[in-house]
């Protein structure tokens, strides 16, 4: 038998919960050069719906992981990036605040980078849909927290849209130990550490609202970035 070819991307989606979001999500998908991985760790329908969507969708190659214990923003982004086939991949939000075309184009930006990650804050970006001021606030509050810590120079590590090699990926991906919402920091940092090349390129993004950030998760946020950074989990 002919082995099945490598797609040529895969996206992360993971979905904790996401039954009355995902379809809306799956079906503006209306073509797509490579694998849609969506990470179900809740205690909802949602891996029902994408199961159900993947055997209709025969388009589409979607892949559902299906786990009885919640992994937590990061963990479920690891795990899809583990088994992720592509030698491009990347993850986004099942809110639909980026769009499948807007991924596509963090792609295009990895002729020239190991890594590309969407950017509400810098010129160019188009933001249809704004968060609420204390979102906002909240949002650059953590970020200079985070360049403090870290020496990151990116205006924005938390916005749901990131790229990557998958060579880059794999490289860091066994030392991570973040599984919250700090995931994409210490992910971040610990490729740049590696030698890596992560640009941030402008996004469309609108804010969906039913944010899955809650004031308890900022402080596990803070608390799992200094953890990380005192070297309690290996750089």
Same mark, same amino acid.
């Given at each position: ?44 329908r ?72 969407? /950017?509400?804050?810098?010129?160019? /970006? ?16 953590f ?30 991906l066994?030392?991570m130990? /973040? ?43 803070? /608390?799992?970035?200094?953890r ?8």
């Amino acid at each position: 038998m002919i082995p099945e070819p490598a797609p040529r991307h895969s996206l992360v989606i993971p979905a904790y919960n996401e039954e009355a979001r995902i379809t809306p999500l799956l079906e503006s998908i209306t073509e797509f050069d490579g694998e849609l991985i969506i990470v179900c760790d809740g205690t909802d329908r949602t891996a029902e719906i994408v199961k159900t969507i993947s055997a209709r969708r025969t388009d589409l190659i979607i892949r559902c992981l299906e786990f009885d214990h919640r992994l937590g923003k990061g963990g479920g982004v690891r795990a899809g990036l583990a088994v992720a086939r592509a030698p491009l991949v990347g993850y986004f939000d099942a809110d639909g605040s980026t769009t499948l075309g807007e991924m596509l184009r963090l792609f295009s930006s990895l002729d020239s980078a190991d890594g590309a990650i969407g /950017s509400r804050w810098v010129p160019g /970006s188009n933001l249809t849909v704004r968060q609420g001021w204390m979102r906002r606030m909240e949002s650059r509050g953590f970020n200079l927290i985070m360049r403090i810590l870290y020496g990151l120079p990116y205006h924005d590590t938390q916005c749901g849209a990131k790229v990557f090699r998958k060579t880059a990926v794999d490289a860091v991906l066994s030392s991570m130990v /973040s599984n919250g919402f700090e995931f994409d920091v210490e992910l971040l940092w610990r490729l740049r550490s590696a030698g890596y090349t992560i640009i941030e390129v402008p996004i469309e993004w609108q804010n969906k609202g039913d944010s899955r950030v809650k004031k308890r998760d900022m402080i596990g946020m803070l /608390s799992g970035l200094l953890r990380v950074r005192l070297h309690r989990g290996r750089a």
